[in-house]
């Protein structure tokens, strides 16, 4: 069962447009939430993150929306461009010190110039 | 990462064989995991070590055994490979009191 659900598993924008990527979870003990973006190649690296005191945290282009009450929170990419092309993975953790990642299964996101 | 390397690369074996990844780390992390990517199925955590002598099944960890010989490197083994264990292997780190982990560059394993 998949504690981290996220949506399209693909993604066709064109360079300028808005990129937007959905993960929903179950666990409301979840307290912490990271984007993750992987080029061909190469290995995940950290986005962006939030925690659920906050609604919106944004970084540049990147901007992460948080919705407690709906258990989903998203990736929006303002103004994107050909080199965002990268697989994009959300994920989950609990508080603690087993504290491990539950990751979504990814977005192929491709930014047509 | 440069901070957290793989060897190898690269590896094409045959069905049945022994095999071994490794993966050292000069971040000074004490935690270390192997994760298993397949096309569609995102990151599975195959094992993870919290610190030298801790080590924890993940959710795949079947055919699969590791060695946390020290500190900075993190081995993973296949006992037996077979073609379904063909995926490309991630190890990564993170710091105890950091959620951030940070992947090396991944060794793509071909198993014929």
Redo the contacts between chains.
Sequence with gaps: QQQVK?SP?SLIVQKGGISIINCAYENTAFD?F?WYQQFP??????LI?IRPDVSEKKEGRFTISFNKSAKQFSLHIMDSQPGDSATY?CAA?VAG?????I????TSLAVNP | DADVTQTPRNRITKTGKRIMLECSQTKGHDRMYWYRQDPGLGLQLIYYSFDVKDINKGEISDGYSVSRQAQAKFSLSLESAIPNQTALYFCATSDSWEETQYFGPGTRLLVL
């Design positions: 996220q598993q912490y990271p190649g190469k290995g995940p690296a950290l993150a993975f953790s010190n087993n504290r491990k990642l990751w979504g299964l990814g």
